[in-house]
């Protein structure tokens, strides 16, 4: 079984919708973060969390919010879908020594039309 | 603003035809160098840290290597199934808090 896995895989909605795409991790890392890559673009942080009850804002985490459910589960909502969020979307969790190195899930590829 | 560029963009060796990748990177407070392996559909695979400036670090047919402005992904006679995108990743300490920037990769393609 995967260490970090994502669900759902694929995902096709529609503008207005709300969406909600999960992690979860068997690593038993503090640390856990969520990504969006399109391309061109380098991996962008969208939000991270150091332990359930600390939640950080990223370099682009205007539409998106999360929940830290348990020290395994971290969960990433779009309120209000638009098209420009269509990405690829990665979770990730890193130990407490540090952000890196990072152990990234295979990611849910969303399409918002 | 932290910035990380990697070139080439993307690069199609021959079997046997060794190269190497190039990282490069304008930070303040560098607290670590990171090299990831992505194959399509999948997420990023860490490779190796890297902490200071000549420090080197190898994994089979891969050799990373560190200086103070850049790091470079050796290829050493790379075979068919070492075909992915590449990613760097820099760790730096900015305003009080740390911070990881990605860069966009270098899809590597290797013909039997």
């Known amino acids: 079984d995967a260490d970090v896995t994502q669900t759902p895989r694929n995902r096709i909605t529609k503008t207005g919708k709300r969406i909600m795409l999960e992690c979860s991790q068997t690593?038993?890392?503090?640390?856990m973060y969520w990504y969006r890559q399109d391309p061109g673009l380098g991996l962008q942080l969208i939000y991270y969390s150091f332990d359930v009850k600390d939640i950080n804002k990223g370099e682009i985490s205007d539409g998106y919010s999360v929940s830290r459910q348990a020290q395994a589960k971290f969960s990433l909502s779009l309120e209000s879908a638009i098209p420009n969020q269509t990405a690829l979307y990665f979770c990730?969790?890193?130990?407490?020594?540090?952000?890196?190195?990072?152990?990234f899930g295979d990611g849910t590829r969303l399409s918002i039309l | 603003e932290d910035q990380v560029t990697q070139s080439p963009e993307a690069l199609r060796l021959q079997e046997g035809e060794s190269s190497s990748l190039n990282c490069s990177y304008t930070v303040s407070g560098l607290r670590g160098l990171f090299w990831y392996r992505q194959d399509p559909g999948k997420g990023p695979e860490f490779l190796f840290t890297?902490?200071?400036a000549g420090e080197e670090k190898e994994k089979e047919r891969l050799k990373a290597t560190l200086t103070k402005k850049e790091s470079f992904l050796h290829i050493t006679a790379p075979k068919p199934e070492d075909s992915a995108t590449y990613l760097c990743?820099?760790?730096?300490?900015?305003?009080?808090?740390?911070?990881?920037?990605f860069g966009i990769g270098t899809k590597l393609q290797v013909i039997p």
């Open positions: 890297l902490y200071s």
């Open positions: 690593k038993g890392h503090d640390r």
């Open positions: 990730a969790t890193s130990s407490r020594e540090g952000w890196g190195p990072q152990h």
């Open positions: 990743a820099v760790q730096a300490r900015s305003g009080g808090y740390q911070k990881v920037t």
